[in-house]
């Protein structure tokens, strides 16, 4: 079953755009993009095995994550994860120093 979501929120200014859905069970997974002005800033994917999850359960999964990424952007608490990892695993190594 293919199900999802569309919300565009406001905040601080800008428009976030946040798109969730099943990928199906072919690709049992929980897709969620958070999009400004067309630019990915930021995906939460949750797997799932479709044998252990009913229809319902599936379409509540998809509706609880999405509205936590509408909530947190609305709270102004959502900070993109991939740039916070990137910062978090920051390596800098200086090949030439002088």
């Known amino acids: 079953m293919i199900f999802g979501y569309n919300t565009d929120v406001k905040a601080g200014g ?3 755009h946040v798109q969730t859905e099943d990928r199906g069970a072919k690709h049992p997974v929980i897709d969620s993009v958070i999009y400004k002005k067309g630019r990915i800033l930021d995906r939460k994917r949750t797997p799932y095995n479709p044998g252990e999850v009913s229809p319902e359960e599936i379409k509540e999964m998809v509706r ?7 909530e947190s952007i609305k709270a102004g608490a959502f900070v993109p994860g991939a740039a916070q990892d990137m910062l978090e695993n920051l390596v ?7």
């Open 92 to 98: 800098v190594e200086l090949l030439n120093p002088d």
């Open 14 to 16: 800008e428009t976030y």
């Open 64 to 70: 609880a994550q999405h509205r936590l990424l509408v």
